[in-house]
């Protein structure tokens, strides 16, 4: 569990040290030592807590040993500015453990979502995201407006000008079996779902109920992509979140998104479905 955000921007930083490190076979004590730092320093640099400084960056990758394309990449990510805290002015709404979720999602160029009970966040209209936070157990009532404010602004992402995010959805027929918010507000909602279909960087999929057995039954994930830095998986429960990391995991989510996408219904079909469902509401 995450119980102190970092800068999503310093997280990725640290994490990528912490890869290159682990490729060279070192442990945090032998590089700490060999670089004449304290190893709660290297702790604290890869783990996000303290700003990575662009000299010390450079010496602990030439330490790994790291190629000069990677150390060039690393370095870029480094100096980039750090815009990933957009989120602070909700900071009173927003778990620790999510705070660095959201800065993640400012900083991706990709993110797959794979959803099994409702429709994703970022894909939500107002009123089907207060009616699923009405009465919601992590969330007071006197925050349920902020809440789903800050749901709305990270579609901001979705409309860049310069580099909108791509996002490809897959969830189960059976969230559009679910009228949350009742018949009117769930209409509102497929219509809105169809219609965000329809963009060149939006990709939304349906896994028909024909389909018993796939790989997303193990439960709802997310994998974010980004220019400068290795992929992160995020897997969410009720009182937490978990972060993806390590390669070869975030590699086998990555096939997961893969072989589940496979399992759904095209684009075209998919849109189908929505507007079928949509009109038992209609």
Not at 51 to 62: H, K, N, P, T, W
Not at 180 to 202: C, K, P, T
């Amino acid at each position: 569990m995450v119980d102190r955000a970092p800068s999503a921007l310093k997280f990725l930083v640290g994490n990528e040290l912490r890869l290159t490190r682990e490729a060279a076979r070192l442990t945090q004590a032998s590089a700490a030592k060999a670089l004449g730092w304290p190893k709660s320093k290297l702790s604290q640099w890869e783990s996000g807590r303290n700003q990575q400084r662009e000299g010390e960056v450079r010496s602990m990758l030439g330490l790994y040993k790291a190629s000069p394309p990677d150390i060039e990449r690393i370095v870029r990510l480094a100096k980039q500015p750090d815009d990933s805290d957009w989120w602070a002015s909700y900071g009173d709404v927003v778990p620790d453990w999510m705070r660095t979720r959201v800065g993640l999602e400012a900083l991706a160029c990709k993110e797959f979502v794979y959803d099994d009970k409702v429709i994703n966040g970022l894909l939500q209209t107002k009123a089907y995201a207060t009616a699923l936070l009405d009465n919601n157990l992590r969330v007071p009532i006197g925050d349920v407006d902020r809440v789903v404010d800050l749901r709305l602004a990270r579609r901001q992402r979705l409309d860049d000008t310069v580099m909108p995010l791509s996002l490809h959805v897959v969830l189960e027929e059976a969230v559009l079996l679910r009228p949350v918010g009742g018949s009117g507000v769930f209409a509102e909602q497929l219509r809105h779902l169809l219609e965000l279909a329809e963009r060149d960087n939006i990709t939304v999929q349906v896994i028909p109920f024909e389909v018993p057995v796939h790989d997303g039954l193990d439960g709802r994930f997310t994998l974010l992509h980004f220019e400068e830095a290795c992929g992160i998986g995020y897997v969410e429960s009720p009182d937490g979140a978990r972060y993806v990391q390590e390669q070869d995991h975030v590699d086998g989510f990555a096939k997961r998104a893969a072989r589940i996408a496979t399992s759904a219904l095209d684009e075209a079909a998919s849109r189908e479905s929505i507007a079928r469902h949509l009109a038992a509401h209609d």
